[in-house]
């Protein structure tokens, strides 16, 4: 919902709402979990990081950068990123992690990485195989979601470093 209200000032009471209700959801760890009192996940943490950059949030604000700080963590010695700590690497997360960290330079080696291992695991059809659709209940498959995640977050890469 944030993401479509971004050029709405009109909407920007419902915006400012929403990210009152996304800091609810960070947890102790720093990370965010899809409700309050839910386990820190990648993908939560990374969408509400995301969505409090894009509205003007500084990268010094707690909500930030305990944020970024948790998925450092689970940040997988192949580059890649996973749901948490415990699972392993995804393309899809690591799409959403890439998106998140682009563009901030401290961050660069990180995204680096990811990149590299995102090259590493698609498939020769350009596809990727990923256990983060829901639908799927916990099995890889390739799938578009994953592959349109991926391919929009090096878009987004590439324009903000177009940009700096």
């Keep these: ?7 709405l000032s009109a909407n920007e009471g ?11 959801c960070q947890n102790y760890d720093g990370g ?13 943490t990374a969408r ?8 003007g ?3 010094s ?13 689970i940040q997988k ?8 700590m415990s699972y392993p690497e995804d393309p899809e997360l690591t799409a959403y992690v890439i998106t998140t960290l682009s563009g901030i330079e401290i961050h660069r080696g990180c995204v680096d990485k990811a990149v590299e291992y995102l090259a590493r695991v698609q498939e020769a059809d350009g596809s990727f195989v990923s256990y983060a659709p829901i639908q799927f209940n916990g099995q890889s498959k390739r799938n578009t979601q994953t592959a349109c995640f991926v391919a929009l977050a090096m878009i987004e890469m590439l324009e903000k470093s177009r940009n700096l």
């Design 77 to 84: 010695s192949s580059g890649g990123f996973s749901m948490a």
């Design 1 to 7: 919902m944030l993401f479509a209200l971004e050029n």
């Design 61 to 73: 604000d707690d909500r930030i950068k305990r944020g970024i700080s948790w998925l450092l963590r």
């Design 57 to 59: 949030v500084s990268l």
């Design 32 to 44: 965010y979990g899809v409700s309050p009192g839910g386990p820190s996940v990648a993908f939560a």
């Design 14 to 24: 419902m915006a400012k709402r929403a990210l009152e209700w996304l800091t609810q």
């Design 48 to 55: 509400c990081a995301t969505a409090f950059r894009m509205h």
